[in-house]
């Protein structure tokens, strides 16, 4: 066998570079995928303030909501664990359009007061912020509305939408009555016949036996000799019979009547008092969609253009289509990385 001068090179073992990466790796995946799996979804709360605004074309509702917690190691490394985020969702599909963080505070409240072509005005516990409709980016604090300045009130109670002229009131601490425009960035003193401080309050919806429809009116009405109540609009509409029926309304007129039907939150049962939700037909009086609710109490209703009505409650917002089914819109999701599902 021929051999060279130099011998036979020996055969080196080379150990691959990722191959030291292995237990790192594994523990990572183990770190975080198992804290993951093992933490319970963080709790959301939806704030009263909902609004609408338009997105892209899209008519939307503004959802201003309370995250708590968050979900495994990754998200607690490198997220607040308090969050007041404000979404928009488009009600047909239930997709979230953009979702952003307004706050890290653990009490801290926010309401959509108006929506304009370019920013949806959002009153806070640190005052008044703009946000840009196409992102939700921030557009302006109260220090960049000229003529708040530091006067402004740091409630969203002082804030109110003035539909007619398009603007929103307030009340600074001098009690100087201002007018900020829909889409503006300035605030100017106002002379509002009738207007005192003591009426800035958001306008929120709640539930009445009785409510407006324009020129006529409709009513909770006790049965006679059973439990129960039924809707009458002078006489009794349909045969649905509800227990602790109450009709959401906003300023007294019911909600979602203009596309011929209303909002009723009930007990599920004669038994049962949990609540629930149902659309019910103005022409039939027929139930045509119920949802059940986790909570009683509705904070606010809003109606958008098409006629589709939303109403908020501590847990949930329930969209009500102009053809009577009911829905609800999901806020708060994220995936592994705390990022906000859309």
């Known amino acids: 066998m021929y051999k060279t001068p130099y011998g036979t090179p020996r055969r080196t073992r080379l150990v691959a ?11 990572a995946g183990l770190f975080f995928g198992g804290s993951y799996l093992m933490t319970p979804d963080p709790e959301i709360e939806i704030k009263a303030g909902i609004g609408t605004g338009r997105v892209a074309g899209r008519d939307v509702v503004l959802v201003p909501y309370e995250r708590s917690g968050p979900r495994g190691m990754w998200q607690l490394m490198f997220h607040d664990m308090f969050q007041v985020r404000l979404a928009a969702v488009d009600p047909r599909d239930g997709r979230v359009l953009w979702d952003v963080q307004l706050s890290d505070r653990l009490v801290w409240d926010a309401a959509v007061v108006a929506a304009g072509e370019r920013y949806a005005f959002v009153a ?21 509305i000229a003529g708040l300045g530091a006067k402004f009130v740091a409630s969203p109670d002082a804030y109110v939408y003035d539909p007619e002229g398009r603007r929103v009131l ?13 889409d503006g960035t300035a605030a100017q003193p106002v002379d509002v016949p ?6 800035i309050r958001r306008s929120e919806s709640t539930t009445a036996s ?8 409709i009513t909770v009405r006790e049965r006679s000799g059973a439990p129960g109540e039924v809707l009458a609009r ?3 509409i349909g045969t649905e019979v509800f227990h602790g029926a109450r009709i959401v309304v906003d ?3 019911a909600v979602g009547a203009e596309a011929g039907r209303i909002l009723v939150v009930h007990d599920r049962s004669v038994n049962d008092r949990s609540a629930a939700v149902s659309a019910v037909s103005l022409t039939t009086g027929a139930v045509t969609a119920t949802l059940p609710l986790g909570s009683s109490g509705v904070d606010r209703a809003v109606v958008l253009p098409d006629g589709t009505a939303a109403i908020a409650t501590d847990d949930e917002v329930v969209v009500a289509t102009p053809e009577g089914r009911l829905t609800r819109l999901e806020v708060g999701d994220t995936d592994f990385f705390g990022t906000p599902s859309r």
């Not at 196409?134 to 557009?139: E, F, I, K, Q």
């Not at 009738?194 to 009426?199: D, L, M, N």
């Not at 009785?210 to 009116?217: I, Q, R």
């Open 194 to 199: 009738g207007w005192r401080p003591e009426k």
């Open 234 to 236: 002078g006489t009794g």
């Open 251 to 253: 300023g007294g007129r």
């Open 17 to 27: 570079p990722f191959a030291l990466l292995v237990p790192l790796v594994l523990f």
């Open 124 to 144: 806070t516990a640190s005052g008044p912020v703009l946000l840009d409709l196409v992102d939700g980016s921030h557009v302006a604090g109260p220090d960049d």
């Open 210 to 217: 009785e409510a407006s429809l324009g020129d006529d009116k």
């Open 170 to 182: 307030t009340v600074d601490s001098d009690g100087t009555v201002l007018a900020i425009p829909v």
